[in-house]
T-cell receptor, first 114, second 116 residues
Framework: DGGITQSPKYLFRKEGQNVTLSCEQN?????MYWYRQDPGQGLRLIYY???????QKGDIAEGYSVSREKKESFPLTVTSAQKNPTAFYLC?????????????FGPGTRLTVL | AQSVAQPEDQVNVAEGNPLTVKCTYS??????LFWYVQYPNRGLQFLLK??????LVKGSYGFEAEFNKSQTSFHLKKPSALVSDSALYFC??????????????FGSGTQLTVLP
């Protein structure tokens, strides 16, 4: 899992609540990503950020929000607008250079809606 | 648009036998391909990637992958499987987008089980 940490490992949310998932990296990477993983569907991109104070929607951004105030941090908020938030959430980072932009992943956060 | 397919949801192999996990891709430009492994309730670990050059790419833990342009395939292989190789394996292809943050499109994953 390298130099990427995610917290908490497990998170439980009640209906109508917003929750924030933490992602921190000490790899000095410019780019950071959030993915959602559901059984049998692989990974789907929620949001990504190429640089501080900039981020872009991925394939399934509805019901999620992010911020990128620091290079090391890319928190994800799962809002009450996300109708089916129960999933495994993975954060990743990369150097974002042309050829060496391997993405490295954190250990994940499992979110369950009660 | 680019895509990647992993045609087998499940692969079973006996310990000590060679293993192959299949991946095919579709891109209009040069393919940049990746393999990751995921153990239960863990993040993805990078195994290897193909950018350019030799068609046989060597990676971590004794894994290698063979890039075949004519068959648009990038199969993951290991000469002798270990029980500890049992995990979920993902193939991914870099998306054809502009900008420095290159997004990836992932396959649906293949569960590898190595039987003792």
């Amino acid at each position: 899992d390298g130099g990427i940490t995610q917290s908490p490992k497990y998170l439980f949310r009640k209906e109508g609540q917003n929750v924030t998932l933490s992602c921190e990296q000490n790899l000095n990477h410019d780019a950071m990503y959030w993915y959602r993983q559901d059984p049998g569907q692989g990974l789907r991109l929620i949001y990504y950020s190429q640089i501080v104070n900039d981020f872009q929607k991925g394939d399934i951004a509805e019901g999620y929000s992010v911020s990128r105030e620091k290079k090391e941090s890319f928190p994800l908020t799962v809002t009450s607008a996300q109708k089916n938030p129960t999933a495994f959430y993975l954060c990743a980072s990369s150097e974002a250079s042309r050829l060496t932009d391997t993405q490295y992943f954190g250990p994940g956060t499992r979110l369950t809606v009660l | 648009a680019q895509s990647v397919a992993q045609p087998e949801d499940q692969v079973n192999v006996a310990e000590g036998n060679p293993l192959t996990v299949k991946c095919t891709y579709s891109v209009s430009g040069n393919p940049y391909l990746f393999w990751y492994v995921q153990y239960p309730n863990r993040g993805l670990q990078f195994l290897l990637k193909y950018i350019t050059g030799d068609n046989l790419v060597k990676g971590s833990y004794g894994f290698e992958a063979e890039f075949n342009k004519s068959q648009t395939s990038f199969h993951l292989k290991k000469p002798s499987a270990l029980v500890s190789d049992s995990a979920l394996y993902f193939c991914a292809v870099r998306r054809e987008t502009s900008g420095s943050a290159r997004q990836l499109t992932f396959g649906s994953g293949t569960q590898l089980t190595v039987l003792p």
